[in-house]
């Protein structure tokens, strides 16, 4: 059982516009910034957005995150097939000494 | 070029102690603000933190594994170890090392190493 939640799953088709949704709490998103990892399959996961909406450099545009209180949500516009892999949201939490917490993932499917 | 690297057993037995070294480059573990964390992934799950250690050695770890996680650091060699006892098979996972960055509001892992499988069976 992850701190955050996340969608198991979403889906799109090319061209299209996804969102991912990230749940959490007054210790973790409510008072902490949040981060989305890339997970192609396979593969290492790769930091997407950091500080709740900044792309670091080589993340097209089409990736975009936002926070609201203790939610937060991962945009990706003009779907591509190569966007097919799990996303992860992620947070400090202040309870118990200071830790990270990490969403369940979504597996985002591209249609 | 920041790099990291896993290495340790990939076969445990239950009731070991596992200790993984990351080695690193393009960056140095005494950067005010700087961190190295370790996080793992069970086949076909979600990623789960494991610890963190800081530039100035302040250690942070999973609340749920704190009491058999030890992590530590040898700056001169460019190196952060982590160790877990009393290994089971539910550690079975791919582990990850990780650079942090600490900035007002919380941590982010910026690059990654590729991770190593580590099976834990008799």
């Known amino acids: 059982q992850s701190v955050l939640t996340q969608p198991p799953s979403a889906s799109g088709t090319p061209g299209q516009r996804v969102t991912i949704s990230c749940s959490g709490s007054?210790?973790?998103?409510?008072?902490?910034?949040v981060n989305w990892y890339q997970q192609l399959p396979g593969t290492a996961p790769k930091l997407l957005i950091y500080s709740n909406n900044q792309r670091p450099s080589g993340v097209p545009d089409r990736f975009s995150g936002s926070k609201s209180g203790t939610s937060a949500s991962l945009a990706i516009s003009g779907l591509q097939s190569e966007d097919e892999a799990d996303y992860y949201c992620?947070?400090?939490?202040?309870?118990?000494?200071?830790?990270?917490?990490f969403g369940g993932g979504t597996k985002l499917t591209v249609l | 070029q920041i790099t990291l690297k896993e290495s340790g057993p990939t076969l445990v037995k239950p009731t070991q102690t596992l200790t993984l070294t990351c080695t690193f480059s393009g960056f140095s573990l005494s950067t005010s603000g700087v961190g190295v964390g370790w996080i793992r992934q069970p086949p076909g799950k979600a990623l789960e933190w494991l610890a963190l250690?800081?530039?100035?050695?302040?250690?942070r770890y999973s609340p749920s594994l704190k009491s058999r996680l030890t992590i530590t650091k040898d700056t001169s060699k460019n190196q952060v170890v982590l160790t877990m006892t009393n290994m089971d098979p539910v550690d079975t996972a791919t582990y990850y090392c990780?650079?942090?960055?600490?900035?007002?509001?919380?941590?982010?892992?910026?690059?990654w190493g590729q991770g190593t499988l580590v099976t834990v069976s008799s």
């Open positions: 990780a650079h942090d960055l600490s900035i007002a509001g919380g941590d982010y892992f910026d690059y």
């Open positions: 250690i800081y530039w100035d050695d302040d250690k």
């Open positions: 007054s210790s973790n998103i409510g008072s902490n910034t």
């Open positions: 992620a947070a400090w939490d202040d309870s118990l000494n200071g830790s990270v917490v």
